[in-house]
């Protein structure tokens, strides 16, 4: 019955795919918009329950901050209250010596003169300790006054960082919720497409399991990992009613699109665009090449004239030398057209290819190994084809 795309045109290919859609199940359908409208509201709601508390992380961070700045402040209030006390100190002191010194002017005897002096020393050495005391504050002094003008220098940037932060938040969380409602509305249209005695069954299983519908690809439930039985897995494929996943009791669903995408025939079949014979620039693989092994070699006309460059297959580097023949490059070097030469795509600036050099850069040797396994790929599926090989056969047959 269905005759899968590997040797049809991209056209037919692209109906195939349509008919093989449209079987879809229309639950199945609404079923699918409903598991996404599900995972966007929830994404979107744990976004926007994520914002404030970004913002009350950088508010915390402020409050930090705020307490380093009030720190470094009541550490120079300190200094300072600390270097009145010295000041009234000395001055203390300086009265006291002038006291002792009124007092000398009256002594009779020597000994007490003595003792005075002794007082007098005492108390000078008393202000030459508060003196350095005095100095040390003022050296301290200079780095206080650096820590709180870089304390207040963080304060103001990170303040207008979390206003930033807020206008942002708001922003992005009126995106969000607008976002929520348009969701919220699309659930609701899927939610009511699909038959009222299904729903339950996704709800149930979506509440414990996270999501309540699974892709069955390449005979397993890719929710669960789980195979599945032929008969499910064809019964999936032909959709003609709802199918569930034995083990997790997910609905199950087949997307054609999906199951061709890991074809790596169909990849190359679509990714790969064929390259054009009537070009200035040609690009060819050959396994091996006078003496060398595997080479790249790229043709370029121009004004009826042809050259040709060779690069090693590996390394990229060039391989002899440049040849510069009269017309067309097929026509020009007819002996590098054997039957195990790959026209590969390929097209490069001519100052591109001038600033390579001698050697290809590592980019353009990827991109033409990459087109080189499409090829390879390709040349395999058309040979099948030839050959009859029933490469096309739809896997439920088997
Ligand atoms: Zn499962």
Not at 29 to 54: G, T, Y
Not at 72 to 92: N, P
Not at 96 to 124: C, G, M, P, W
Not at 336 to 345: G, P, Q, S, V, Y
């Amino acid at each position: 019955m269905q005759a899968k795309a590997s040797n049809v045109s991209t056209d037919a290919h692209a109906k195939i795919e349509m008919a093989l859609l449209l079987k879809m199940l229309p639950d199945v359908q609404n079923l699918i918009a409903l598991q996404q409208a599900d995972r966007e509201i929830l994404r979107l709601k744990e976004e926007i329950a994520a914002l404030p508390k970004r913002v009350a992380a950088i508010e915390e961070r402020l409050a930090g901050t705020r307490t380093v700045l009030e720190k470094a402040k009541t550490a120079v209030k300190a200094d300072e209250a600390a270097r009145r006390k010295y000041e009234s100190a000395i001055q203390g002191e300086q009265q006291k010596i002038s006291k002792y010194r009124d007092q000398s002017l009256a002594v009779k005897t020597n000994e007490q003169y003595k003792a005075l002096l002794h007082e007098i020393q005492f108390a000078e050495q008393d202000i030459r300790a508060n003196e350095d005391k005095i100095l040390e504050l003022m050296v301290n002094a200079e780095i206080r006054e650096k820590d709180v003008k870089a304390a207040e220098a963080e304060l103001k940037a990170e303040t207008a960082e979390i206003e930033k932060e807020k206008v942002e938040a708001r922003r992005r969380t009126a995106e969000d919720e607008q976002q929520l409602a348009e969701w919220n509305a699309k659930r609701e249209k899927a939610r009511a497409g699909v038959d009222a005695d299904l729903l339950p069954q996704y709800d149930r299983v979506a509440k414990y399991r996270g999501t309540g519908l699974s892709e069955a690809r390449d005979h397993k439930c890719l929710a669960c990992q789980v195979m599945l039985r032929p008969q499910t897995y064809n019964e999936v494929r032909a959709g003609t009613h709802v199918v569930v996943c034995e083990s997790c009791q997910r609905i199950l669903y087949y997307d054609p699109a999906n199951d061709e995408v890991a074809d790596p025939v169909v990849v190359a079949r679509r990714r790969r665009a064929h390259p054009k014979f009537e070009s200035s620039q040609a690009w060819y693989y050959r396994a091996s090449f006078e003496n060398h092994g595997e080479v790249f070699l790229v043709y370029i006309n121009s004004k009826g004239m042809s050259s040709r460059h060779v690069y090693d297959g590996s390394s990229g580097r060039g391989v002899g030398d440049i040849l510069v023949r009269e017309g067309e490059y097929r026509l020009a070097f007819p002996e590098d057209f054997t039957d195990d030469a790959i026209r590969l795509n390929g097209s490069w600036g001519e100052s591109e290819l001038e600033e390579w050099g001698n050697e290809l850069p590592t980019a353009t040797l990827d991109a033409l190994h990459r087109d080189l396994d499409l090829a390879r790929v390709e040349s395999r599926t058309r040979s099948h084809a030839k050959s009859g090989a029933v490469a096309s056969e739809h896997p439920a047959a088997s």
